[in-house]
Nanobody, 121 residues
């Protein structure tokens, strides 16, 4: 059974940076596209970024394009480097694994439990 575990969330000042990590286990990492989603308090979950199986394709929500970078390595980890953070980035961040390279959350089969990111001004 695939399991995902996020880490790296916390507090950051506006304009600062954080790097989220997501450890993948229980399956063949290279067979899954990976995505990051976030859910601000009281709002619906939204797409943030995605990366294809071989890292040859990445895609970002307009709200984070140019500020966030998604990557993956050969050690079964996917990252989300977040820079120029603003208070609107405050949310619980989730990583997800799926066999479709998609922006749609229903396309993902496995989800982590989430990590809180709070940005203060």
């Amino acid at each position: 059974q695939v399991q995902l575990k996020e880490s790296g969330g916390g507090l950051a000042q506006a304009g600062g940076s954080l790097r989220l990590s997501c450890a993948f286990s229980g399956g063949t990492f290279s067979r899954y596209a990976m995505g990051w989603f976030r859910q601000p308090a009281g709002k619906e979950r939204e797409f943030v970024a995605r990366i294809s199986w071989r890292s040859d394709n990445t895609d970002y929500a307009d709200s984070v394009k140019g500020r966030f970078t998604i990557s993956r390595d050969n050690a079964n980890t996917v990252y989300l480097q977040m820079t120029s953070l603003n208070v609107e980035d405050t949310a619980v961040y989730y990583c997800a694994a799926g066999q479709r390279y998609s922006r749609s959350s229903p396309s993902y089969d496995y989800w982590g439990q989430g990590t809180q990111v709070t940005v203060f001004s």
